[in-house]
């Protein structure tokens, strides 16, 4: 069985691969974030391919998947794809080479998790701005703040939708059923029992399980102020419905944030960006006997 996953980055899409390569059974060839298939060599049982769909950043064949028996796309509450991607841009060098723009950043952020409700998501998204343009962007910048609303409702939503409208073949599966348990429907899609994670007996590789995060849902109110909803949700709020999201915008009171999912996660990239994991044996294999000339 052929099997593609197709998501936007941040969406669950690694996590899905981990989930269905643990529950197939015999030979699975692997194809993580490929530009386009790539016929395998040997005669695997099954072929699991993850594709990313963002459109300002990926360019996919799709076409090329087209034999592909069982096509699915994840989708994620775009509020916590938010949160999740503006902290894994740490992993990016831009960021991470320089300690002192991860300090400045680490102090705001810090301070956030201090008092959640004193300071905005908004400012620290446009604070990273800052800090990859090398500017002191300020908070009340009408034209900083209309560009980032543009950005990540094309990139978040935007996108989601238009590949769900575009593609109605496409089995959707959410991120919230996938963390909480909630695989009927997948199983009955792909005609295979999902294996649950306590029972996993193979991994994807080191580098792919570091964009695990909180492996939760929800977790968007705990960094959204009041202005971070009157600023996202007239944008966000009509497509996310169009997903099937419910239109529910309301806080707790007392929000917390855990530095475990916030800025000691931001640590655990930088130190993963600068003290990657060994290769594996096969890659060091592979290394070894790879043909002269050759660029594979």
Partial sequence: MNILIAGLPKTGTTGLVQYIFNSL???????????????????????????????????????????????????????????????????????SDHPDKVSRYLAALEAKEQEPLAHSFLSLDILVMSLLHNQNY????????????????????????????????????????????????????????????????????????????????????????QDDVDFFQPAFGPPMEDLGYEPDWSLPDSPTLAPATGSDYIRKLIHERHNPPPPTLKTRFLKLFKPRGSNR
């Fill in 138 to 225: 300020a908070y009340e910048d009408q034209s900083i703040r209309e560009h980032l609303k543009e950005v990540h409702t094309r990139a978040l939503v935007e996108d989601a939708a238009r590949f769900a409208g575009q593609h109605p073949d496409f089995f959707i599966f959410r991120y919230e059923d996938m963390v909480s348990g909630q695989f009927s429907a997948l199983e009955s899609y792909l005609g295979v029992s999902i294996q649950t994670e306590e029972k996993f007996s193979r991994k994807v590789t080191l580098s792919k399980q570091r964009v695990r995060r909180t492996g939760s849902s929800g977790d968007w109110k705990n960094w959204f102020t």
């Fill in 25 to 95: 059974e015999g030979k699975v060839d692997i194809q993580f974030e490929g530009h386009a298939f790539v016929p395998p060599k040997g005669n695997p049982d099954h072929v699991l391919a993850k594709i990313l769909i963002n459109e300002t950043a990926y360019t996919v064949d799709l076409d090329s998947y087209r034999e592909f028996e069982k096509r699915i796309f994840i989708i994620r509450d775009p509020r916590d794809a938010l949160i999740s991607g503006h902290l894994y841009r740490f992993f990016d060098p831009v960021l």
